[in-house]
């Protein structure tokens, strides 16, 4: 499941199993209403420009003309090396946009540090978003 796989119609698959979809219903209901105060417009698996053959994160937070500010991507712990690495696409077009990978079968939260060009996992810092109050591991789990 990630950003370049092929969800076109009815019936494609392999479609995220339920655990990924209830972790992004999950995040875009926290994250919303926190957003639109900021005028900020978050969608789910909306592509990051208007070319609809682009990469489709997830989740992505933009601003009122459609820069891409915040991104997220859901992933397996057996995807997160490979939706990674789709991610420095990303960055290297939206350099100035957020990027966070949930690991949703570690429960691992991993943030972008493009000063220092590394993946910080939440296991061992505590990651926000410039754009939302708590924590974004709080966003993503159930706990």
């Not at 009815?10 to 209403?33: C, E, F, N, V």
């Given at each position: 499941m990630g950003l370049l796989d092929n969800y076109t119609g009815?019936?494609?698959?392999?479609?995220?199993?339920?655990?990924?979809?209830?972790?992004?219903?999950?995040?875009?209901?926290?994250?919303?209403?926190e957003l639109a105060k900021q005028d900020m417009?978050?969608?789910t698996e909306a592509t990051v420009t208007d070319d609809w053959d682009d990469l489709a994160p997830d989740l992505v937070a933009f601003s009122t003309d459609f820069e891409p500010l915040l991104i997220i991507e859901i992933?397996?712990?057996r995807e997160l090396k490979r939706i990674i690495k789709k991610c420095y696409e990303l960055i290297e077009r939206f350099p100035d946009a957020e990027y966070f990978v949930y690991d949703y079968e570690k429960d691992v939260l991993?943030?972008?540090d493009i000063e220092h060009d590394r993946w910080l996992p939440s296991n061992e810092y505590e990651l926000y978003s410039a754009y939302l109050r708590k924590p974004m591991i709080s966003y993503l789990t159930s706990n």
């Open positions: 009815i019936g494609m698959s392999p479609r995220p199993k339920w655990r990924h979809q209830m972790t992004m219903a999950r995040a875009l209901h926290l994250m919303y209403d417009i978050l969608t992933t397996t712990h991993y943030m972008y």
